[in-house]
């Protein structure tokens, strides 16, 4: 149980980073319902649920990395303007989307 307690860490953290409030609700709800109903017979189908969600928010992580530098990179005339065109200043409300 202290693995998926770890990786369920993590991937809120992860899921912080990114700034998905709603998520990272859904990631709370899912420790705490787990933490009190789930048998621990399922016990090692939930930590390859949580350990692929973690996966995929490692994923979203670094192609929000990849989008600041791209950003930072347009933003001081260093690439052609591909987030910045027509006076957008590339702010987004998450990184999930």
Do not use: C
């Not at 953290?13 to 420790?31: D, N």
């Amino acid at each position: 149980m202290e693995v998926f307690y770890l990786i369920a860490i993590l991937s809120a953290s992860l899921t912080i980073l990114l700034k998905h409030w709603g998520l990272l609700m859904v990631q709370v709800a899912f420790l705490i319902i787990v933490s009190l109903f789930a048998p621990d017979s399922y016990l090692w189908l939930l930590i390859a649920i949580q350990l692929l969600s973690g996966i995929w928010l490692l994923l979203k992580t670094l192609q929000a990395v990849e989008y600041n530098y791209q950003l930072e990179l347009e933003k001081t005339h260093r690439i052609e303007q591909h987030w910045t065109k027509g006076h957008q200043n590339g702010t987004k409300k998450n990184f999930l989307s």
